[in-house]
């Protein structure tokens, strides 16, 4: 699994010292994703352990990305959840379609003058799996909330998931095999798990 944030120093001594210091409420611990957009093929992470953090990198380094990871995974589906905003971007211009297709790169046909659109996983065939952790360090409690995403015939499909426990993808959502029963593995697995968001909304909500 790769560490996003593996090459990170804190700034100054101040700085390490507050990171130590409990914070209120839940707070995102870890958020991890498996074929999203461009992240392909592993795993890869970002460890904040509840703290403010600023996100940069270069254009295309996939910042939105993991922005929109989150939203995906705490927004419900629809008009309330634009994706790609912070980069200014059309509201059309990436759907969960896109992302678990792997959408990199838009080349020009001179016969039409039209983009094509180039994909890092063009059949769709991979599970896309998003992953996030959230720890309430004044109480000890922790849930992580987790999605599985696929396409088929009627378009994108999701399975919803929820545990009342600290998971990680490559411990706990690897070596998934086919997509006809995925809430009954993940639920084998020590998941609650749904295709509804209504109910998996509950859930966290509960939680929290």
């Known amino acids: 699994m790769r560490d996003l944030f593996a090459e990170l120093e804190f700034a100054n001594d101040a700085l390490a010292e507050r990171s130590a210091s409990v914070l209120p409420g839940f707070r995102l611990h870890r958020l991890e994703v498996l074929n999203w957009g461009t992240f392909d093929g592993a795993v890869h992470a970002l460890n904040l352990e509840g703290q403010t953090t600023l996100l940069v990198g270069q254009n295309g380094a996939g910042k939105s990305t993991l ?7 705490l927004v419900r589906p629809g008009k309330t959840r634009n994706y ?7 509201k059309t211009e990436r759907t969960e379609k896109s992302y678990i297709l792997g959408a990199y790169d838009r ?4 016969e039409d003058n039209r983009g094509e659109v180039r994909y890092l996983r063009p059949g769709g065939a991979k599970v896309s799996v998003l992953l996030a952790c959230f720890c309430n360090r004044s109480n000890g409690h922790v849930c992580t909330l987790a999605q599985l995403l696929y396409l088929s015939d009627s378009g994108v499909e999701k399975v919803y998931c929820f545990a009342n426990d600290e998971r990680s993808i490559a411990g706990d959502c690897s070596g998934l095999k086919g997509v006809d ?3 009954q593995e993940m639920r084998k697995r020590g998941f609650k798990a749904s295709t509804k968001y209504t109910e998996y909304f509950e859930w966290f909500r509960s939680a929290t």
């Open 181 to 183: 029963k995925l809430p």
């Open 84 to 90: 790609n905003l912070a980069a200014g971007a059309n």
């Open 67 to 73: 922005v929109d990871a989150l939203l995906t995974l």
């Open 107 to 110: 080349r020009s046909q001179e």
